[in-house]
T-cell receptor, first 114, second 110 residues
Framework: GAGVSQSPSNKVTEKGKDVELRCDPI?????LYWYRQSLGQGLEFLIY????????KSGLPSDRFSAERTGGSVSTLTIQRTQQEDSAVYLC????????????FGQGTRLTVV | QKEVEQDPGPLSVPEGAIVSLNCTYS??????FMWYRQYSRKGPELLMY????GNKEDGRFTAQVDKSSKYISLFIRDSQPSDSATYLC??????????FGAGTRLTVKP
């Protein structure tokens, strides 16, 4: 596709349920990032992929969070046993390796845990 | 201390004003410095980037980097209502690893 695509755009889930968020990066982009944006908190780095490997998982807030990327393309962020504090907009971005200064963002998935 | 500090505002200015947005950082290894603009309910989009120290100008926008002070700025001249958005600074090492500031919400009033 022409841009980074994220699905679903909105997700409401009950506390304790698992959710999967999907990111389709721009074709050919080897770097992929997940961020979380909470109201008034700015962008919080979660995890970064180079190809299918994740050199930096330091931003994942707890072991309830995991992410994978397959085929150097699609990535899924999974949150297990969701809590209300997980409510936020989850943003995915991708970039070409050699132009790492420009990351293209999707529109995000707005997650609400009730 | 956060790696990147940015005043979240909000900042409200009249149309035509000069806007100054700033970030400080702690990691002297950062080499790439970016400013992203995010409109409501949209993903951030790259506005400007600078490598190492110096100034960069693009139309009404000027980005400045002072590595000795670990301080970066974005200036917007002749601000317009369409500039109303959240502005996020970002910094990167050489390995694709970006760190963002919290973002400053700007409103330009007609």
């Amino acid at each position: 596709g022409a841009g980074v695509s994220q699905s679903p755009s909105n997700k409401v889930t009950e506390k304790g349920k698992d959710v999967e968020l999907r990111c389709d990066p721009i074709s050919g982009h080897t770097a992929l990032y997940w961020y979380r944006q909470s109201l008034g908190q700015g962008l919080e780095f979660l995890i970064y992929f180079q190809g299918n490997s994740a050199p930096d998982k330091s931003g994942l807030p707890s072991d309830r969070f995991s992410a994978e990327r397959t085929g150097g393309s699609v990535s899924t962020l999974t949150i297990q046993r969701t809590q209300q504090e997980d409510s936020a907009v989850y943003l995915c971005a991708s970039s070409l390796f050699y132009r790492s200064t420009e990351a293209f963002f999707g529109q995000g998935t707005r997650l609400t845990v009730v | 201390q956060k790696e990147v500090e940015q005043d979240p505002g909000p900042l409200s200015v009249p149309e035509g004003a000069i806007v100054s947005l700033n970030c400080t950082y702690s990691n002297s290894a950062f080499q790439y410095f970016m400013w992203y603009r995010q409109y409501s309910r949209k993903g951030p989009e790259l506005l400007m980037y600078t490598y190492s120290s110096g100034n960069k100008e693009d139309g009404r926008f000027t980005a400045q980097v002072d590595k000795s002070s670990k301080y970066i700025s974005l200036f917007i001249r002749d601000s317009q209502p369409s500039d109303s958005a959240t502005y996020l600074c970002a910094m990167a090492l050489n390995n694709n690893d970006m760190r963002f500031g919290a973002g400053t919400r700007l409103t330009v009033k007609p």
